[in-house]
Structure formats: structure tokens, C-alpha cells
């Protein structure tokens, strides 16, 4: 297995959220190839669980998509909706741990850029989805986990390897689902990982921790249009309600027991200017480094949203389209995965656990399910200079970290399967 030439073909046909059905596929094809036991479809993900799920239109297009360019049928058929986790498990042979490996799968709506100095561009493997980008480091992430069910398949390990390919990680939205489906009740160690984020090549942080909880909310405000010249007074004005809410979100208090964030990122409605507008949506997103207070914002934004709605006699819903929650590494796993890189060539930076993130990870969700349960688990940052910040048009890493990454993650599991 040719590790770069795996990672430009997921570049190639990047897939977002919910629509990784190609991507999910390869993955499939490749567990099932290396003698894996392999669960996914409806049996891998809780359908009722899932957030911010594409149209059933979007859906679909993306699956003919994926068929079109190489998708197996049959293979990707249980997939079919928007069910793309893919679990791969190899059992080994001995008793021993549970030991998961967490990568994500999807893409950004992203164009990507077609300038010359552009890497992805000049080597021939830019995103031929045009719209869609692998903007975040996914692709190498995926490939990783293929490189690691690969020398991991030889089963010479006591206990039990599992590979949980995520999909729709971007806005927080598919890891909860996952958990939701048990997949992580059996885990006794846990490791994630993420690639860049303004750590150079040849560094490595054991943990991550800093992330907040966050809630993703869809409204939507329902109101009754009518003449606004004619007879403004028969209407109820949903963008007004909208607005309402906007500016009443945006005064909640800072909080003393917490970090917070607050934004309402959206704002849609309306059709002309003489139309009392009958609909409008809005997209907000809270956050805190406290689980607790992130609860109790969202608790204020949905009051917010009601009594707005109810000013301007408006009917209201509230869609929860993404989440996470803090995450805390065990400084035991932290300690391992330290002692893995101390062992593969190229890591030359061997460091603890980085406290700097203000963003949002919802492998938080299968972290916290594994340690509730007795288990342990860590997310790490493995370092790769990038051509430009993540979720930019140019982003791009350096393969070199491909092979190592594969080797890094293969002997902190052998370290833990025993």
C-alpha cells in the first residue's frame, strides 16, 4: 500500500459530511481485503443520533457521485441516506484490551485554489469535486488508518484492534451518533489524533485538551406574509422575529464560572421588499470550556428564541444540527503515545499535553463514553508544517508525515495490546 498515492486519491474526491460514501467504500473494500471484521452501514451509526444531516436530494447526488468514480454498489449500498461510519475489528491471538484508533473521514465546502503554487494543483491530485476540499487534514487521516489496519494485520497482539472511521466531523456531527451506537461501550483505550494545527513537522503533543463544548443550532421562525404596503398589519414578520432573537442572543452575559463564545452565524429571510417575510432562519453556535455553563447557554438562547417567537406571534423549531464537549486526555495514555514516538524516526519534539486549542472536537463524544466506562483515552496533535491555516483554499501537509504517523500509531497500540 502506497500511503501518499492513497492520501491524493481521498484528496481527489473529497466527500462532505454524511456524503463520504466513496471515501467509506475504499475504506471498506480495504478492511474486508486485510481480513478485518467490518461493521458499518446502519449497524455502525444511530441514524437518530445523526446531526446536521444533508437533503435527501444532496444525499443522493453525492451517492451516484461516488458510484460514478469508482464506488463499489454493493459495497456502498447499506451506506445509502447517509450511513458512512465504518468499523474495522481484528481480533488478536490472545486475550487482552480493547484498543480503538479514531480517523474522520469527511471534507469541507471548500473550492479549491488552482493557482500554480498550489501543491495538490502542480502534482495533478486537486479536488476533482468541484465545491469540496479536504481543507483539514482528513484525507491524510484516513489514509493513516488504512496504513495502520495494514501492519496491524498480522493479529500477533493480545486482545482485540478496533478502527473507527468516522464520518461528518466537521461541525461537530458525527461522533455522537457513533457513540450513540455502542460502538465505543467495549473500549478500553482510545486514541485520536489530529495532524497540523500549527505544529511543525518532527513535533508531538501526547494530549490536547482546551477544546470546548459547543451546541450547533438550526432555527427556524414561522410567520404569515402579507402586503407591506397594502396591509402590513395581516402579516407576521419571521426575519423581524429573527431579528429579535438575534440581538437579545448576543446580549446573554459573560459568565464567571466559564469561558464563553456566542454567535449567531446565519441570519436568512424574506423574498422582496413589499412581502411581510414568512419564513426566516438562523444558524448559532455556543461555546465554553464548561460542559455545564455551554448547557445553560444553550438553555438561555432557546428561551431567547421562544419569547422572540412569541412577540411577533411566530411559530418556532429548533434543530440541534452539531455539538461537543470538552475533552480530558489520561495522562497514562499520554505517557504512551510519547513513548511510541520516542521510537519512530522523525520525532524530534516530544512534548505533553498542548492546552491551546479554542475549537471544537466531537471525538470528545467517544472519549468521554470510553472513560465513563473505566476505559482511558488521548487525543493527539502529530505536527506537519501546512501551506496555509485549515479550512483555507491552499492547505496542504506534508506527506512526510504519512509513513510516520503509521508507525507512530502502530506501536502506541502494540504498546497498550498486551
Known sequence: MDIIQVRRDFHRHPEVGFTEFRTAGKVVETLLALGYHVTYGKDAIDGSARRGVPSEKDLQRAF???IENGADPDI???MEGGYTAVIGTLEGNAPGPVVALRFDMDALPITESAEADHVPFAKGFRSEFEGNMHACAHDGHTAI?????KVMAHGNFAGTLKLIFQPAEEGVRGAYAVTEKGMLDDVDYLLCHHLGTNVPLGEIYGGAQGFLATTKMAVHFRGVSSHAGAAPELGKNAL???ATALLNIHAIPRFSSGDTRINVGVLEGGTAANIIPQHAKMIIETRSDSEEVNCDLEERVRKIIAHSAAMHELEYDIDIIGGAIPIKCDEEMVKTVLEAAAEVDGFSSLKGIQTGSRGS???SYMIKRVQERGGKGTYMIIG???AAPHHHE???IQEDIL???VQLLERAAMKLLK
Open 145 to 149: 488508518g488504512l496504513g495502520v489496519a
Open 64 to 66: 451516484e457521485r461516488a
Open 384 to 386: 506537519t508544517d501546512i
Open 394 to 396: 491552499k492547505f496542504d
Open 240 to 242: 423581524l422575529g429573527a
Open 361 to 363: 472536537e466531537d471525538a
Open 76 to 78: 456502498i449500498a447499506p
Open 403 to 405: 509513513p510516520r504517523g
